[in-house]
């Protein structure tokens, strides 16, 4: 599997085209609503981020938090929610964590075994 430096995705979110971009190398978050950005922020050695944005003239509120796994939920205040803005970027985090705990359980069984 090749390294892909940009993750996108898009979303329509209340009749609104919305567009997630995450930069894997300089851990930048976009969101931006029918082409005018919303939110820009670099995530650096932050990993729990909660905002609060206006999408479509209504409070929207994003969270954040990419740790251990990736999780990225957008939710009005209507109760509409996407509940993962980048699934494929969560997908990898969960393979890789699932990667860890599986060689440090053999290492660990290896250990015990001598």
């Known amino acids: ?17 919305l567009d997630v971009s995450y930069d894997r190398l ?10 005018t950005l919303v939110y820009s922020v670099f995530l650096g050695l932050l990993p729990f981020r909660r905002s609060k944005l206006v999408i479509n003239d209504k409070p929207a509120t994003l969270t ?12 009005n205040s209507d109760g509409s929610v996407v509940p993962e803005l980048l699934p494929q ?6 393979g890789v964590l699932a990667y860890v705990v599986l ?9 015990l075994m001598a």
């Not at 851990?27 to 082409?35: D, M, S």
């Open 1 to 17: 599997m090749k390294f892909q430096r940009f993750q996108k995705r898009q979303h329509t979110f209340e009749s609104l085209e």
């Open 26 to 35: 300089t851990t930048k978050f976009e969101l931006k609503e029918n082409g």
């Open 64 to 75: 954040i938090f990419w740790m251990i796994f990736w999780s990225s939920k957008l939710q």
């Open 89 to 94: 970027r969560r997908r990898k985090s969960i």
């Open 103 to 111: 060689i440090t359980t053999i290492k660990i069984s290896i250990g």
